[in-house]
């Protein structure tokens, strides 16, 4: 679970420098200058970590509570999520929050996606609890259909690529995805085998529309296509634009599910500023 927070928190940390004025010439090829700050996407996810390492599982009022109180402006929440969490963060009961947002349709983003891939490394193994759990972080923010649907996909392959025989992620992913968009993103993207990033983000969307449905399809394509080469996932993100950071921390915690944190190159670690000291029982590197 760590390892796979790191990598998300690094890929996160690496695809939102290409969002700067300064970085907007560099290519998804350079490195650019430390430190890195991460954005949303790890501050969510380091409240999804230390609810299970408080409870075990997911208590949805525990990750609700910490996903409020633990926010943080400056880290670039969507404005949807702003919302959210404010009204949270004032006593009003989340599963109404959640439910009304979006003129009452609510979110299908891809927050819940972004921030799940350590949940799907903790149920390693397991991706029907995997899947369970995961739609429990998810209803939280994302009540529609599809916002939960990017989230049980991302956790169901992390928690494939957690183990010793990895095997078909996006065919995993599939038993537990219900019939939507976002399942339509996945069975694109099985016949995507040999396009190149850009052809794959051409048919399968690069997150700028931040919905789920046109984030996870490509994330978990360049994920399995990278399994073993931690950079070579991430650096495909940031090569066909888009929500650069998001489908980077999605890609990088899957990936690091299975590689563990050796696979980051110490030199991206180290240019990743610390996670948050608020993040008990685990490494912050």
Not at 92 to 99: I, S
Request: hydrophobic letters at 40%.
């Amino acid at each position: 679970m760590h390892a796979s927070l790191a990598g998300l928190s690094t890929g996160d940390a690496f695809g939102d420098q290409f969002f700067l004025h300064a970085n907007r010439h560099l290519t998804a090829a350079d490195f650019p200058s430390p430190p890195w700050e991460w954005s949303d996407d790890t501050e969510m996810a380091c409240s999804v970590v230390s609810c299970l390492h408080q409870h075990g599982r997911i208590d949805q009022d525990v990750l609700a509570s910490s996903f409020a109180t633990r926010m943080d402006v400056g880290r670039r929440y969507g404005a949807g999520a702003l919302e959210l969490l404010e009204r949270v963060r004032d006593g009003h009961p989340w599963r109404v929050a959640a439910v009304e947002s979006f003129g009452g349709n609510g979110s299908f983003g891809n927050g819940a996606a972004m921030r799940v891939a350590p949940l799907g490394a903790y149920y390693g193994g397991d991706p029907a609890r995997a899947a369970a759990e995961a739609t429990l972080q998810a209803e939280i923010t994302h009540s529609h259909t599809e916002g939960i649907a990017g989230a049980v996909a991302v956790a169901v392959a992390a928690s494939l690529a957690a183990t010793d025989d990895p095997g078909l992620l996006i065919e995993a992913a599939l038993d537990h995805v219900p019939g939507t968009y976002v399942r339509r993103g996945l069975q694109r993207a099985r016949g995507l085998d040999k396009a190149t990033p850009a052809q794959a983000a051409q048919a399968l969307g690069n997150g700028s529309r931040i919905t789920a449905q046109d984030t996870v399809p490509f994330a978990l394509w360049a994920a399995t296509r990278h399994l073993d080469d931690y950079p070579a996932g991430v650096r495909a993100c940031v090569a066909v634009g888009g929500d650069m950071d998001t489908t980077a921390a999605i890609v990088g915690g899957v990936i690091t599910a299975n590689t563990g944190i050796d696979g980051i190159p110490s030199d991206w670690r180290d240019s990743r500023e610390p996670l948050p000291s608020w993040l008990e029982h685990g490494p912050t590197t």
